[in-house]
Structure formats: structure tokens, C-alpha cells
């Protein structure tokens, strides 16, 4: 999508930003809509060489989809791009190619409507953008985070949690049924209800395999509190580590939203042996946007793993205002949830954003191999001084720490 239908090219008054579709960035869904309008196709070429890098010496290469999926992305209204990252030829190996997809979406019912007609809703939006990741032979696909709900956690209202669900719950059974469809692992970030120990909640990742069975869970190791963001209102840091499961498809891991701000996090993961790491999450424009294109590429780089991002859209208005001790005045949203999805690879290459206010799915190949290429061309694992960090960690852990600070002697020193 190039454009927001009906804006106009000069958007520098107030009263044409005022204008713009809510979400869009000078009335293009995305950046890299906006240059590819805006800049001379050569400097945009080489501005795009420089923003989302080359991939084995080239830039990403366009999927091209079945007519079904493209389809469907017309009917129900959803954004759809697929690009391919490749790996360099091995004589020993055969490469190791992989379609996975990220699905981002906005609520389909307002938040004033019955729960159980909000979940239904939600249901029957995301079932066409599952059948397209489908008929374009995904093979892992991954949700947003709490992807059934909408994103309550900034209210500190109780009532939000009559959407957890158990690991079994509905929500994991309507996926189960895509899951054996398709032959498809599937990632579903929902909000636990730990019914055998009191009920507990938790902000949970439940991957589901290919023949619709649970290989397991991953519960959220890092839990916000910064703006809106209250959410040890509901739950409290995961108690499941770093867990990697070994699918059909690959090694892959979940590092939930804020965990993508905790380097060692994304470490713990690529020690376990991660091929491909999630970070399903749900954060606005004003909190994180600048700090969204360079951490997840950040991760996949030091890590030489895979990192696809999921943020979900639009703006999601609830029925009493709030205010969360940082002046504002109170207010009825946390702000634009921005989208934005995206896949980074560990050769520093990265796909286009999907849209910032459309919902979408983003589907890319992946030579897996590509892991081991860079681990053997960078070295960093075998570089790395593990010894050092984890002695480091050991004395920052005790509460005799002291800083390792060596002053100048002449800092502090009189002047005669």
C-alpha cells in the first residue's frame, strides 16, 4: 500500500497532519512506503541497503503467493508481504529453508462489548489470515501477544482477567484445528489461568506442533512497569526460563514483549541453542517506536539466530479512564499500537515493516543454515568471555558489591 487514499503530498501544516488516517506515518502505512514514494528509485535503493542491509551480498527477494492467499488478504482486508532470505551454497549440507509467518492484528469488537462476543470476534478475524499463512505453506506461524484479548493491563481493572484461559483453553483448541489443517507449528501468546497452582495468571506463549498436539509453554521473564504499562497488576515474572523447543521445523524460542529490552534474555535463548526466537508484543508510538527496528536486529546479530516481531494495531479505547502516576492527565487508551512486524536475520538483514495500522501477516523463507554461517564468519560465541561475565554477575549478585571504579588520583586533589 503506497498511500492513504484522498491525502494530499504536502503534509507540512497541522491541518493535513490532522488529517492522516490515524497510525500512518505523513499518510504512508509504513517508512519504507513512504521513501519508496518519496526518494528517486536509486537513492532509494541505496537508502534501503542502508536500513534494512543485504542479505548474502543482495537485497531480500519478493515471495511470490497463491492466488488464495492474495485473496484473501483482498476480502477480509489485510496486509500481506513475503520476502526470502537465503543462506550461501554448503558442500556438506542441504540447506535448510523454513516459511514462517507473523500475524498482527487490532481488535475486532470495542472493549464495551461482552467478552465472550470480543473473543468470538477476534476468532473470526484472525481464521482467514491463518488460512492464508496456510495456503502459502507457512510452516511456524506466530501470534501477538495476548492475541485473544484486548490489551487491557494498562487499567488495573480485575475484570480483564476473565479472558485467561488454561493452557487447554479455547483458544489453543480453535488453533489446534489450524495446526493439523496445515501441518503448521503454531505460537499462541495468550493470558494464562495456571488452574492447579490457585488459579495463578500469567503471560504465557503455548507452542502448538504441527499435528495440533502442546509441545510446551514459555511464560514472560521480564514484566513492564514504565507508563501505562501496569501489567504485574495481573501477573508476575515467568517461572519456565529460557525454555528452546525442538519442532518439525526448527529450534525455536518466545521472548515475550519487554524481555527484547533485556540483552541477556536474547542471550539465554541463543545458549540454549534457539534457530529462530518470537517476541510477540504489544507497545505504542510515543513508548518504543524508535527502539523497535534495532533491538530485535540487534538480538538476531549477537545471537546469529533469526528474530521475527509481532506488535499488534490500532488504538484500543476503554470504558473508564486511568492514570498511572506519571502526571499525565487520565485517559482512556495506552495510544496507537504502531504494528509494524518485521523479521531480522543474523547477517544484520531485515525485511520491511508490515503497516502500522492495518492488520497483517508477514511470511518469509529461511535457509537455516544461515545460522552457523554467521557463527562461524563472526566468531562470537567462541570470542565471547563467558567466565569473565558470569564472575562479574556472581559479585553484582551479593550485597557487599562494589563497583569496579579506578579513580584518578588527581581527581579529588587540592589545587595548591
Known amino acids: 500500500m503506497e498511500k492513504i487514499e484522498g491525502i494530499e503530498r504536502e503534509n507540512g501544516s497541522e491541518e493535513d497532519k490532522l488529517s492522516f488516517k490515524d497510525g500512518s506515518i505523513c499518510g504512508y502505512d509504513s517508512l519504507h512506503s513512504l521513501l519508496s514514494a518519496n526518494l528517486k528509485p536509486q537513492i532509494f535503493q541505496e537508502v534501503s541497503r542502508l536500513l534494512l542491509g543485504l542479505n548474502c551480498g543482495r537485497p531480500l527477494e519478493t515471495i511470490v503467493l497463491p492466488e488464495s492467499a492474495k485473496a484473501l488478504s483482498s476480502k477480509h482486508d489485510f496486509d500481506l508481504q513475503a ?12 540447506p535448510r529453508v523454513v516459511r514462517v509467518g507473523l500475524i498482527q492484528n487490532s481488535i475486532a469488537r470495542p472493549t464495551t462489548a461482552p467478552f465472550l462476543d470480543q473473543k468470538k470476534a477476534i476468532f473470526e478475524k484472525l481464521g482467514p489470515i491463518i488460512d492464508a499463512a496456510g495456503a502459502s505453506g507457512v510452516n511456524i506461524l506466530c501470534l501477538q501477544e495476548a492475541w485473544m484479548m484486548p490489551f487491557a493491563f494498562c487499567t488495573r481493572e480485575k475484570r480483564w482477567c476473565e479472558f485467561a484461559e488454561p493452557v487447554n483453553g479455547e483458544s489453543t483448541q480453535f488453533l ?25 495468571l500469567w503471560n504465557t506463549a503455548i507452542i502448538i506442533g504441527n499435528h495440533g498436539n502442546i509441545i510446551g509453554k514459555h511464560r514472560k521473564n521480564h514484566i513492564p512497569r514504565v507508563g501505562d504499562f501496569n501489567e ?3 501477573y508476575m515474572e515467568g517461572n519456565t526460563g529460557h525454555p528452546v523447543f525442538e519442532t518439525a521445523y526448527g529450534k525455536i524460542a518466545v521472548n515475550i514483549c519487554y524481555g527484547r529490552h533485556h540483552p541477556l534474555n536474547w542471550l539465554a535463548f541463543g545458549l540454549n541453542g534457539a534457530e529462530i526466537v518470537f517476541n510477540p508484543s504489544a507497545t505504542v508510538g510515543e513508548l518504543s517506536e524508535p ?15 533469526f528474530v521475527g516481531s509481532i506488535n499488534r494495531v490500532g488504538t484500543e479505547i476503554f470504558p473508564n479512564p486511568f492514570t498511572s502516576g506519571d502526571g499525565k492527565p487520565q485517559h482512556p487508551d495506552f495510544g496507537h499500537f504502531y504494528g509494524s512486524s518485521h523479521f531480522s536475520a543474523p547477517d544484520a538483514s531485515c525485511t520491511p515493516s508490515l503497516s502500522r495500522y492495518e492488520d497483517g501477516l508477514l511470511i518469509s523463507d529461511m535457509d537455516l543454515n544461515l545460522c552457523r554461517q554467521l557463527k562461524d564468519k563472526w566468531g562470537f560465541r567462541m570470542t565471547a568471555r563467558y567466565e569473565l561475565y558470569a564472575d562479574m554477575l556472581a559479585r553484582y549478585l551479593k550485597p557487599d558489591f562494589e ?14
Open 403 to 416: 563497583p569496579q571504579v579506578i579513580f584518578d588520583p588527581l581527581l579529588h586533589k587540592k589545587s595548591s
Open 176 to 200: 489446534q484445528e489450524f495446526a493439523c489443517k496445515y501441518n503448521m507449528v503454531i505460537i499462541s501468546p495468550i493470558l494464562e489461568r495456571d488452574v492447579n497452582h490457585g488459579e495463578t
Open 232 to 234: 504485574s497488576t495481573y
Open 83 to 94: 520476502f526470502s532470505f537465503s543462506a550461501d551454497k554448503e558442500l556438506l549440507r542441504e
Open 291 to 305: 527502539m523497535w527496528p534495532i533491538e530485535a536486529r540487534n538480538a538476531a546479530i549477537a545471537n546469529s539466530y
